[in-house]
């Protein structure tokens, strides 16, 4: 089971490229939802890292369901 912590490590400089526009939501989603399916880290986790940088765990919630409809 992956701790919050090593989560932390994985997502946090993604999202952090975000925030400096390096990437944009396009390159960090499919990264972290991949990550996600591939058991590396929990929902919670991109939440939490996406709350670092602004972005509400409702819009999380809302892209994740976009992936898993293949619309993202």
Do not use: C
């Not at 997502?11 to 526009?21: A, C, G, Q, T």
């Not at 939501?25 to 890292?49: C, G, H, S, T």
């Amino acid at each position: 089971m992956i701790t919050s912590w090593d989560a932390a490590e994985l997502l946090d400089p993604m999202f952090k490229k975000w925030e400096d526009r390096t990437y944009d939501k396009w390159d960090v989603y499919p990264q972290a939802f991949n990550l996600l399916d591939d058991e590396k880290v929990r929902l919670i986790d991109i939440m939490d890292a996406a709350h670092k940088i602004g972005i509400a765990p409702g819009v999380v919630l809302m892209r994740r369901s976009h992936w898993l409809a293949g619309a993202l």
